[in-house]
């Protein structure tokens, strides 16, 4: 009979052991590793309905061609990233999606981009928005996350946009990695 009880108690013990097992973030999960991310649109879309209506600020979404009122849109149009949301000329992106401040870009602008390689991306636009000639006003902040190997969000503007955008971005999207969260010198 005791050789029985200790049979099951170990038993017991071996289940309750495998039952624990590690909750460390498998390889593809958290630290720079994939995110589910249906569209670069979708991207800017989930963050922006996260803002209650007495938060959001007079915004425009898209391009010269794909514009869209109150609300995040489509990007096709290679000289509005350039112009607009900083892209280097000759910068390869697959797909592109835009909210900006209706009435000053440098109060906030936001793109969000699928490119071949998300790391090398978030370089090129780092530099881009710190080596840039600000006129008519001058941003605070920049932020600048990946998701996964393939999805980059860039934003820029004033702290009071800003940091509720980065507070609901990380909210959304906590496994993101936000590689950039500085100042703009």
């Given at each position: 009979?005791k050789?029985?009880l200790?049979?099951?108690?170990a038993?017991v013990?071996m289940?309750s052991?495998?039952a624990?097992g590690?909750?460390e973030?498998?390889?593809g999960e958290?630290?720079?590793a994939?995110?589910?991310?249906g569209?670069a649109?979708?991207?800017?879309?989930?963050?922006?309905?996260?803002?209650?209506e007495d938060?959001k600020?007079?915004?425009?979404?898209?391009?010269?061609?794909?514009m869209?009122?109150?609300?995040p849109?489509t990007?096709?149009?290679?000289?509005?990233?350039?112009?607009?949301?900083?892209?280097?000329?000759?910068t390869?992106?697959?797909?592109?999606?835009s909210?900006?401040?209706?009435m000053?870009?440098?109060?906030f602008t936001?793109?969000a981009f699928?490119v071949?390689d998300a790391?090398?991306?978030a370089?090129?636009m780092?530099?881009?928005?710190a080596?840039?000639?600000?006129?008519?006003?001058?941003p605070?902040k920049?932020?600048i996350?990946?998701?996964?190997s393939?999805y980059?969000l860039v934003s820029?503007g004033i702290?009071?946009?800003?940091?509720p955008?980065?507070?609901?971005?990380?909210?959304?999207?906590?496994?993101a990695?936000?590689v950039?969260?500085e100042?703009?010198a």
């Amino acid at each position: 009979m005791k050789k029985i009880l200790a049979f099951v108690l170990a038993a017991v013990m071996m289940l309750s052991f495998a039952a624990c097992g590690s909750n460390e973030p498998a390889e593809g999960e958290n630290g720079g590793a994939e995110v589910t991310v249906g569209s670069a649109l979708e991207i800017i879309e989930k963050v922006w309905a996260e803002f209650g209506e007495d938060e959001k600020f007079f915004a425009m979404g898209g391009d010269y061609d794909n514009m869209v009122d109150g609300a995040p849109g489509t990007v096709t149009n290679a000289d509005f990233m350039t112009s607009t949301l900083l892209v280097p000329a000759g910068t390869e992106v697959i797909e592109a999606a835009s909210l900006v401040h209706g009435m000053n870009l440098n109060s906030f602008t936001c793109g969000a981009f699928k490119v071949a390689d998300a790391k090398a991306f978030a370089e090129t636009m780092h530099e881009a928005i710190a080596s840039n000639q600000w006129m008519c006003g001058f941003p605070d902040k920049m932020v600048i996350a990946t998701f996964g190997s393939e999805y980059v969000l860039v934003s820029f503007g004033i702290n009071d946009a800003m940091n509720p955008f980065e507070e609901k971005l990380t909210a959304v999207y906590p496994e993101a990695e936000i590689v950039y969260s500085e100042a703009i010198a």
